[in-house]
């Protein structure tokens, strides 16, 4: 890929540009928390995104999507925002940089990536982590703070791409760290390495290739009623802030003033959030079984309660639980993308083989795999 990139630069600009690579991320537990003041466990992974960078000494951004094929030039006011959705990260995190007093200037770049897009491994946070910490590194000294970087990806998806995401995705692909997983407190920023090698077993995704026309409008909903829940337990209990600072006894005092529907979106947070943790004092006592019997419990609260599932994904967690997988869940976001699965060395290829023949007979095309390591996140090549 560097070569690529390089080449392409080099054709387009007649010199080197300088080289920045981010990753996306896998989530072993802890699914839509992030934007409920709660934990996650993401780690950064072996995809990413890699883009040769240098300053042009104008004060316009002229970037080319090697996967795209498509050159996007704007300035760096407010109303210079591109037209090709692509660039709007890009654009984003210029923007957000310049709103937080820090400084952008023109560049040229190149970029391409490896993050199968829509298949929840955050391709947009590693494109936004990788501009993120370019700008830092070339107009700003390395100045503007890791969480404040991950902070101006979240800002982009907010105010440039219209979805209200939480903070994991943008975390995992800025702190991310080879051989680690990371347990981030989401009100608090308080965050600590967990090293992730669990002996005998593999991760491994399977991606259904299923992508939701409205998951963006159907992810700000499901934050929507968290927050409708949140608010009416605050009345009775002044100190939640976050569906997260709220005891499972607190929502049922609640119950007929929410909807039957938000009520249950809040029920699966609050447990989540408490899965989270149990799952990191399983894996200090290296006990993988509850680790993988957690991960069951959330596909069932994202499949059930949150609603974020589909027939694909329910499919293959069905699938894994019959085989004897150790654990199985759709990962990030919902609506389509990956199962996350924790599979014995044993059962490895056997479960991959019978999913994708299964699979395919079942739905008529066939699901993807990929097997990740947990990986460095943003950095100077
Ligand atoms: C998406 C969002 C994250 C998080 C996950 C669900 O990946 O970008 O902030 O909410 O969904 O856990």
């Not at 998806?157 to 975390?171: A, L, P, R, T, W």
């Not at 829940?229 to 005891?247: C, G, M, R, T, Y």
């Amino acid at each position: 890929m560097k070569a690529k990139i390089q080449e392409k630069f080099e054709s387009l600009f007649g010199e080197e540009g300088i080289l920045y690579a981010s990753a996306g991320r896998i989530n072993l537990i802890g699914e839509h928390t992030d934007y409920n003041g709660g934990y996650v466990f993401p780690g950064a992974i072996n995809f990413g995104i890699m883009a040769a960078i240098k300053p042009n000494g104008t004060d316009k951004v002229k970037v080319y999507s090697l996967d795209f094929d498509q050159m996007s030039e704007f300035g760096l006011k407010e109303e210079d925002k591109p037209k090709e959705a692509w660039a709007c990260y890009v654009f984003g995190v210029c923007r957000e940089t310049i709103k937080r007093g820090g400084t952008v200037k023109g560049f040229n770049a190149v970029f391409a990536g490896d993050v199968p897009l829509g298949a929840g491994l955050s391709s947009s946070a590693a494109l936004e982590s990788t501009f993120a910490y370019a700008v830092n590194d070339l107009f700003n000294d390395n100045k503007i703070e890791k969480f404040e970087l991950a902070k101006i990806g979240q800002s982009t998806e907010h105010n440039y791409c219209g979805v209200k995401c939480g903070i994991m995705d943008q975390f995992a692909s800025i702190f991310g760290k080879e051989g680690a997983l990371i347990r981030l407190n989401c009100k608090t920023g308080e965050y600590k390495y967990f090293p992730f090698h669990p002996k005998g077993y593999k991760l491994v995704l399977i991606d259904s290739c299923v992508k939701h026309e409205l998951a963006s409008s159907a992810y700000n909903k499901r934050r929507e009623s968290c927050e409708k829940a949140a608010a009416e337990i605050k009345k009775l209990h002044p100190e939640v802030d976050f569906l997260s600072d709220a005891k499972r006894l607190w929502l049922d005092e609640v119950r007929d003033k929410i909807s039957q529907e938000d009520f249950l979106r809040a029920e699966y947070v609050i447990g989540e959030v408490q899965r989270v943790l149990d799952v990191c004092d399983a894996l200090e006592r290296d006990d993988y079984e509850t680790v993988g019997e957690m991960m069951y419990q959330t596909h069932f609260g994202l499949s059930r309660l949150y609603e974020v599932s589909c027939e694909e994904l329910d499919f293959l967690n069905k699938l894994a639980r019959k085989m004897d997988v150790t654990g199985s869940r759709v990962m990030g976001g919902g609506f389509g993308g990956c199962t996350i699965n924790l599979v014995k060395e044993e059962l490895h290829d056997i479960f991959i083989e019978t999913a994708v023949e299964k699979f395919t007979e079942k739905f008529g095309h066939a699901p993807k795999i990929y097997e990740v390591v947990i990986s460095d996140g943003a950095r100077k090549l």
